[in-house]
């Protein structure tokens, strides 16, 4: 069991100006709700240092695992996530801790034009298997490139006229201050999000009583709920980040309302549903729909591949 250290608490983030800024903004607030100092300390994972597509290198778990790894061995006390990045799997000995008030689930076009205002044959950058999938619905003459690398080195690559345009997250551009990159939001009608996408969760040692009680001064039970029904679509679909899953849930008059889609890597077919019920069934909304969309034969579209 991992004790508490006596300065100020040690949080664990990747070094990219997105996972730095997002920390610190989380650090930031649990000393404002507690009083408690909190510091940034570096992590480098497999995600950061590796050129290859996340597909390629093991999926969501690649920026995750060496920070949980510095939770386990009580070099950090807890550590912070995009939760999109999270596995649906538990590990043992680590606790999800909080999700703070969710941010802009949406994606963003970035470049000079909407996505309907792009030459035919536009040369688009993004490396989800999610996006690839609904750009393709969306437009089928597009040329997808995948691409990797930080926010900036994306946008970069759209002003040196390499790409037309790249798809990143709003979310993640608001907090690292480059919406003026942005042509277009995509509504979920047109683009379902990531599972998570736009909220952040806190992890720490399970064994922390002390550690979970005082992190979870930042926690938003609606954020939770929401991408609780999110992810446990995800989980039932066995899927990780390099299937073309998408889904989005908001509360709306005390109700979860829920949708999801799995989309053929071509674009040409689709398999999208929706649900409601109680927020505090939020698992088993999410379960359900799932079992609807394999149903309807989701495992099939996330088989197919070019």
Known sequence: MTTA??????????????????????????????????????????????KALLAQIGGTGV???????????GEVDFAVHSLKDLPTSATPGIALAATPVRDDPRDALCGPAKLADLPRGARIGTGSPRRVAQLRALRPDLEIVPIRGNADTRLR?????ELDAVVLAHAGLRRIGRLDAVAEVFEPDQMLPAPGQGSLALECHADRADL???????????????????????????????????????????????????????????????????????????????????????????????
């Open 5 to 50: 250290s006596t300065g100020p608490l040690r949080l664990g983030t990747r070094k990219s100006l997105m996972a730095t800024t997002q920390s610190q903004l989380v650090a930031d607030e649990v000393t404002r709700l507690t009083g408690h100092a909190v510091e940034l300390v570096g992590v480098t994972t497999q995600g950061d240092v590796s």
């Open 63 to 73: 920026f995750v695992n060496a920070l949980r790894d510095k939770i386990l061995s």
């Open 157 to 161: 690559k759209v002003a040196d006229g």
């Open 212 to 306: 979970l009680a005082l992190l979870g001064t930042v926690d938003d039970p609606a954020t939770r709920r929401t991408v609780t029904a999110e992810r446990t679509v995800l989980a039932v679909l066995e899927a990780g980040c390099s299937a073309p899953v998408g889904t989005y849930a908001a509360e709306v008059d005390e109700r979860l309302h829920l949708t999801a889609a799995v989309v053929a890597y071509d674009g040409s077919r689709q398999v999208r549903l929706s649900a409601s019920g109680h927020p505090d069934a939020a698992e088993q909304i999410g379960r359900d729909l799932a079992h609807r969309l394999l149903a309807q034969g989701a495992d099939q579209l996330m088989g197919e591949r070019d």
